[in-house]
């Protein structure tokens, strides 16, 4: 059975409601001019506003008595903690990698990761700024050079900009093309990252999204390794996001970022290690985004300060967590994820089939991709941009 898709009042409120959502503002628009705005699919979240797995829902039905009150720990519930310690470890191919519990911890990401990162980039900065006050120079330092953070991402990329520009970042970019199947350039991402180092004493930050959003790209190992290597040789921080590591087309195993960095990190002092922080999203790999489950990787120091940060703002803990948990252990989950793989790979050749034969377009103009939830095709030329484009489409 199809879900129906959900009334643009369902997901947006009333139109007269004020939204920072400029989706939002597109389809109003699309309703206004008298169309349906339930014949869209909103593809630019990824999201399918359809029921998940029975055994996952079930799950929410028998959950514990305490899982509906305040959880006494900044770690996720235990269930799922315990849980996401032995998943994470397997999945991401960890074990004589590194050593869990000193080399890394995992914890469950309570609240949507968008919401992990902006707390990590804080504590870069503020640990930054401390350690400037400390200094004798300080005053010299930033009248020359300024401590402005900046963080160094993939262009195009997912919504980084409105998750750390906020919080005063600089976003910088370094380039993923076509004609390189969307792998980053290793000397060109190392050169980016030396001139932020030279351009701030504040943090720098290389973000590293190697199921990538929005080409569907997998990284290779090789290119990650240079990436890292490079933000290592900068003294820059890293933010591994791994949003889409389960939604892999079948066949294709996903470079695993995190395996990459604790591999790097072995010849490195504890103490001499950067800060560097892994989210993976659950709620993108099974289908409820809403759930905003998912789970946090680093170094143990680096877990107890953002859980500190968190105790401050928020009372954490969520029965989703428990469901989560139980999901996981059953077998059903992995069944569910690779049919779920099998029907995206199908799916991403089936829309190329169609830009090629129906509207025209050769292969260059397009990429199918081999992971997460999207591919890159070309706007008709005659179209200024991408918003432009969209509005052409929806009016």
């Not at 920072?20 to 399918?48: C, F, I, M, Q, W």
């Not at 004798?136 to 980084?160: C, E, F, N, Q, T």
């Not at 080409?215 to 591994?240: C, D, K, P, Q, Y």
């Not at 129906?358 to 999207?374: H, K, M, Q, R, V």
Request: proline share 8%; glycine share 8%.
């Amino acid at each position: 059975m199809i879900t129906p898709i959900p009334s643009l009042r369902d997901i947006s409120g009333d139109v007269d409601l004020p939204t920072p959502y400029g989706d939002v503002d597109l389809l109003r628009g699309h309703e206004k001019a008298g169309h349906n705005p339930a014949d869209v699919r909103y593809l630019s979240l990824g999201a399918t506003w359809r029921s998940p797995h029975p055994a996952l829902a079930r799950a929410l039905g028998s959950l514990p008595p305490h899982a509906h009150d305040y959880l006494l720990t900044p770690r996720g519930w235990p269930a799922l903690t315990d849980v996401l310690r032995r998943y994470i470890t397997t999945t991401h191919r960890l074990p004589g990698v590194a050593e869990l519990g000193v080399d890394y911890d995992v914890a469950a990401c309570v609240g949507h990761t968008r919401a992990v990162m902006p707390d990590f980039a804080r504590l870069l900065a503020d640990e930054a700024r401390d350690r400037a006050q400390g200094s004798p120079l300080r005053g010299l330092r930033a009248l020359v050079r300024g401590r402005r953070p900046i963080a160094v991402a993939s262009a195009p990329r997912w919504d980084y900009d409105g998750v750390l520009g906020p919080i005063g970042y600089e976003i910088r970019s370094f380039g993923v093309r076509r004609q390189e199947e969307y792998q980053p350039d290793v000397a060109e991402v190392t050169e980016v990252l030396a001139r932020a180092r030279r351009d701030t004493t504040g943090p720098v930050l290389l973000i590293v999204n190697s199921q990538h959003n929005p080409t569907g790209a997998n990284w290779s190992a090789e290119v990650v390794r240079g990436m890292i290597r490079a933000a290592l040789a900068a003294g820059a921080a890293i933010l591994v996001d791994d949003a889409y590591f389960g939604v892999v087309d079948p066949g294709v195993v996903p470079t695993s970022a995190l395996a990459v960095l604790l591999e790097e990190l072995r010849g490195i002092a504890p103490a001499d290690r950067p800060r560097w922080l892994a989210v993976r999203s659950l709620g993108k790999q099974f289908q409820v985004n809403g759930w905003g489950v998912g789970s946090q990787v680093a170094s143990p120091d680096t877990l107890r300060l953002l859980g500190e940060r968190l105790t401050r703002r928020t009372y954490p803990g969520s029965p989703l967590e428990l469901a989560m948990a139980a999901w996981l252990t059953n077998p059903e989950s992995g069944e569910f994820l690779e049919h779920q793989n099998r029907q995206f790979a199908a799916k991403r050749a089936e829309v190329g089939r169609l830009l090629v034969d129906e509207l025209g377009y050769p292969p260059s103009a397009f990429f199918t991709g081999e992971c997460a939830a999207y591919m890159l095709a070309r706007i008709p030329p005659w179209v200024t941009g991408c918003q432009d484009y969209r509005r052409v489409v929806l009016n």
